[in-house]
């Protein structure tokens, strides 16, 4: 057997954006490899399995729209896992069209009052919270109802590695050729 040692020192000189990008890139992975196994072996294709390639692709894209904003302003505070908030501030930083994207894992209210959605949003938990237990505190079931379809999720995840690659592209070419 091979041992091959991983340590920290292989990103430990990268700025934090670019460390923040390096593990959203590693959880995408990590779903897509999960997500393409289940399309192939019937007997992986679960709602535990599925609950962990949603928890991993919900974990990557809060991360990747982290990275993005502390790229951007440095003094950002971001110290919460709420992406709808965080796509919100991702907006605030980035309104170029050229940075635009289908950010996942958002909660649409389509013709919803504000009082509603305000309400709705205090029982509305977040993903990482959601699909990384089986139950709700207290032992209570998860209100609504869920469901997965991993051939189509493997679409969603080769996006989002498209839109990762593409707006790290344009980030890092702004950080050499400021305007």
Known sequence: MNWHMVTDSEIIHLSLPQRFFEYAQAYRNAASAL???????????????????????????ELFIKGAILARDSSATIEHHRIDDLSIEYRKRFPEPSFEWDIPFKTEWPDMAEAEIAALKKTVPIPSILYRYPVAKGGK??????GFEPNSFVGVLEQLERDFDRIKAQIASQETHPN
């Open 35 to 61: 997500c393409l196994t289940m399309t192939s072996e019937d007997k992986l294709c679960t709602w535990p399995n599925a609950t962990v390639v949603m928890l991993l692709a919900a974990h990557a894209t």
């Open 141 to 146: 079931k998860w209100n609504g109802a869920f």
